[in-house]
């Protein structure tokens, strides 16, 4: 159940560096691993930086909250360096996750490019208790070998595992789009499915493509984006739907594809 957002101070609990420039901090908060919903974001304080920093809920464990991030400027750095028990100023949950409205029998398929692989672990939990097993496919892009993460969390939860290598160092050749579009192949058009990404725009742009040719495919997508407030009031992170302009963090991220394309 998602309820407001609050300002909590938290410890870090961990750090761990999980590839060159990617990390997973961690830290306990009772308030947030209880009303966090796949797709929300909180918004971090990081010192000697002015604004907060957006990061989706990566995974919650117990009272565990999971963010995973990738070093891409300062705040990023000065983050990678905070130790346990360096206290933390977060705001969340924030913004609007995945709808969850998954029937028993669909397919479930993740896809991910790159670091937009983040908030779809703590999905894939979720998935994973209501899907039947065997339903649930993970398609996981990424540059090169070096910057896959993420694949044996997907493993455990009982996926389907699929890796692409934009220089084919791993996997499929490619982005993980032709992935997509191969297994879609295999399936009957009226095959009921829903498609959870998160990555860059060019590739639900790609997604929404292929997705169009089956009549029963629904598709959300989360979008990663600069934010300035993250509280829907500064409008730095408007993006334009079919009804009109919309705000990332407050009316997203997460959208349903037809609201976009
Ligand atoms: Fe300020 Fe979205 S970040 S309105």
Redesign the pocket.
């Known amino acids: 159940m998602k309820k407001t957002a609050r300002q909590l101070k938290v410890k870090v609990a961990g750090n761990e560096k999980v590839k060159e420039n990617i990390y997973r901090l961690s830290f306990r908060s009772d308030y947030l691993s209880k009303h966090s919903l796949p797709g929300n974001f909180i918004h971090i304080k990081i010192e000697n930086t002015v604004l907060r920093r957006p990061f989706s809920v990566h995974d919650i464990k117990g009272d565990k909250v999971y963010v995973l991030f990738k070093v891409r400027g300062k705040g990023t750095r000065f983050l990678s360096e905070y130790k346990r028990g360096r206290s933390l100023d977060v705001i969340g949950p924030l913004g609007r996750g995945f709808s969850l409205k998954v029937p028993g029998e669909s397919l479930n398929i993740i896809i991910a490019g790159g670091i937009g692989v983040a908030p779809l672990v703590f999905l894939a939990r979720k998935i994973g208790k209501r899907g039947q097993r065997g339903n649930n496919l993970a398609i996981l892009g990424f540059e090169n070998t070096g910057d896959i993460v993420c694949e044996e969390e997907f493993r455990r939860l009982a996926y389907k595992v699929y890796i692409s290598t934009e220089d084919g160092s791993r996997g499929e050749k490619g982005n993980s789009v032709g992935i997509l579009k191969r297994i879609l192949s295999g399936y009957p058009e009226e095959t009921f499915m829903r498609i959870y990404a998160c990555g860059p725009k060019d590739m639900f742009f790609e997604i929404n493509k292929t997705a169009k040719k089956f009549p029963n495919a629904e598709c959300e997508v989360s979008f990663e984006q600069f934010?300035?407030?993250?509280?829907?009031?500064?409008?730095?992170?408007?993006i334009e739907t079919k009804t009109g302009y919309r705000?990332?963090?407050?009316d997203g991220p997460v959208f349903d594809i037809k609201e976009i394309w």
């Open positions: 934010m300035g407030c993250g509280l829907g009031v500064c409008c730095a992170c408007v705000k990332i963090c407050r």
